[in-house]
């Protein structure tokens, strides 16, 4: 039986590593989300942790030493929070990063998909083709069988009426 051989094979090699390639950038998108959010996380526990001790220097101020330090607590939670909204923001990059690199992997999928579908029904077709050929050849070949055992069975009624 001859082999199948897909004329389209380079097409289906490019198609499988752009979707290899999609695949590492979506990994890395992701990992990028998964740091931007651990970073975010860990500002919003210093925002947390200042507030704490901007109140308690709030509950206990009784001098001018520690008004002044609660005006610099107030001043590094106001970069601590423009941190955070900074942070909120890469994350919200990050993310639409992602749903990208997502996209374009389900693009990359669906068009290697689309070529092995050709492929598979180019094979089918070849294969239904190459059956069809086969039964051509049996049928003929059954066909000359018949015309030899008709042409033994003619002979030897003539032997036998001789």
Known sequence: MPKFRFSMESVLKVRTHNEREC???FSQCEHLRQQAAERLQLAREDERIAQEVQRDLAATASD?????SLRQQSVAIRAIRARVAQLEDELGDAVAGVERARDLLAEAAKERMAIEQLRDRRKSAWLKEL????TLQIDDAVQALRAVERIANASSTVEESA
């Open 64 to 68: 001018a030493e520690d008004l002044r």
């Open 23 to 25: 695949l590492l950038v």
């Open 131 to 134: 059956q069809h050929k086969e």
